[in-house]
């Protein structure tokens, strides 16, 4: 099992919200009903619980756009920056993650870390090239980030493929 326990840095990770999985597995981002099915290796990476798939587990890989929930809260509009992607979540709802500290067992070598402002504007970003091992040191890359005032968020994202894996707010 993961270990996810919060640590004392001054910003969270959240999976994607319940009620977003909830509509996501009725009709994803893309207007599409997406059929779950058994993971026979498992090792995805989950969007729901910030953890890797076990063997036998049912998931379902669908379309989402990260920052629209984020935008249409605080009503601003994502613009161009409505990304869709597709990202695993468990065919079921399930526990959620362990706390709000990284999820390091979904770090991977290279992650892209994207800024947003309030308006849901990107402000810039990190490539990071970490192994899983070394991951804890993403928690400093996220605070000299959000350092910057106008920093609201970042998105978590792989480099090879662009997914989005989780988001990092500042802890409030």
């Not at 800024?115 to 504007?121: F, K, L, Q, V, W």
């Amino acid at each position: 099992m993961t270990t996810n326990t919060a640590t004392a840095t001054a910003h969270e990770t959240h999976a994607i919200a319940p009620h977003v999985l909830e509509r996501l597995r009725a009709g994803d981002d893309a207007g599409r009903v997406r059929e779950g099915f058994t993971d026979d290796e498992g090792g995805a990476p989950l969007r729901c619980c910030l953890r890797r798939s076990r063997t036998g587990e049912r998931i379902v890989l669908v379309s989402y756009a990260p920052l629209r929930g984020w935008a249409l809260e605080r009503g601003v509009d994502p613009g161009p920056y409505d990304e869709v992607g597709p990202v695993f979540v468990h065919a079921r709802p399930c526990e959620g993650p362990e706390g709000t500290a990284y999820p390091r067992r979904l770090h991977g070598p290279q992650r892209a870390l994207r800024a947003y402002g309030a308006r849901g504007e990107i402000l810039g970003g990190r490539t990071v090239e970490l192994p899983e091992e070394r991951a804890g040191e993403v928690d400093g890359i996220l605070t000299e980030m959000f350092s910057d005032p106008e920093v609201a968020l970042v998105h978590v994202r792989t480099v090879v493929f662009g997914c989005f894996l989780a988001e990092v707010r500042p802890r409030r």
